[in-house]
């Protein structure tokens, strides 16, 4: 299963409200060669998925035992370069998930870190749909270190912010789920009343409307940390 790249909806809520049926099935690994070292990578694949026991946050990161998320954007395990998994040159298949008969040099990616995601997006000669996703991977990465259930004393830094602002300030706020995640930024920046405001027209369906509720009330109640969307 060849992998592309594709910017879904910024919340993603539309997988988590509905309830799938498809079982968790493995596709063979792609075995690719980094374009710097010729290193050995195994890119993982899957046939197909679900979201059962998923976690939702309001950032729009979700965790799903059954439908595992493949950064597009890797680190090669051998000489540490950043390259787009999808477009390295494909060398063979191997198995599933760490099996890899006939290529025992092949090796799983390193995930980029909150500076190699900067410094990608500062190299610049991007495509819109590229700048799109490593601006959201450096939101969720920056957005890890509150990603628990204590509550957040520290803050973002000048440079975080500015790059949460600029990221804010390419959604569509008539597509739902860019409007859900514009003001998600807004909240998170502490901007209470943009966020309020922003989510203040009604949403057409229940899983909007509800993901906006939790948004809004804690931009009422002046949280800024990021959450998990509490479905239940």
């Not at 939702?56 to 799903?64: L, P, R, V, Y």
């Amino acid at each position: 299963m060849r992998q592309r790249l594709k910017i879904t909806g910024a919340v993603l809520i539309a997988i988590i409200g509905v309830a799938t049926a498809w079982a968790f099935q493995p596709a063979p690994n792609i075995i690719r060669a980094c374009p710097e070292c010729s290193g050995e990578i195994v890119q993982n694949a899957i046939m197909s998925g679900n979201t059962f026991g998923a976690r939702m946050w309001t950032d729009g990161k979700m965790e799903a035992p059954m439908l595992p998320d493949y950064p597009l954007l890797v680190k090669c395990p051998d000489c540490q370069a950043l390259l787009w998994i999808a477009e390295a040159r494909e060398i063979g298949l191997g198995g599933f998930f760490d099996e890899n008969p006939g290529w025992p040099n092949a090796k799983k990616p390193g995930l980029p870190s909150e500076s190699d995601l900067l410094r990608a997006l500062m190299a610049g000669e991007l495509s819109a749909e590229k700048d799109l996703y490593l601006r959201r991977r450096y939101w969720w990465t920056i957005n890890d270190a509150y990603r628990t259930d204590t509550p957040a004393v520290a803050a973002f830094t000048p440079l975080q912010e500015r790059l949460l602002r600029s990221l804010a300030d390419v959604f569509d706020v008539t597509d739902p789920d860019q409007r859900i995640a514009k003001a998600e930024i807004f909240r998170e920046l502490k901007m209470y009343g943009d966020c309020i405001r922003l989510l203040a027209d009604p949403f057409d369906d229940d899983i909007h409307a509800k993901v906006g509720t939790f948004i809004k009330k804690s931009a009422e109640q002046k949280i800024w940390t990021v959450f998990q969307i509490p479905w239940n």
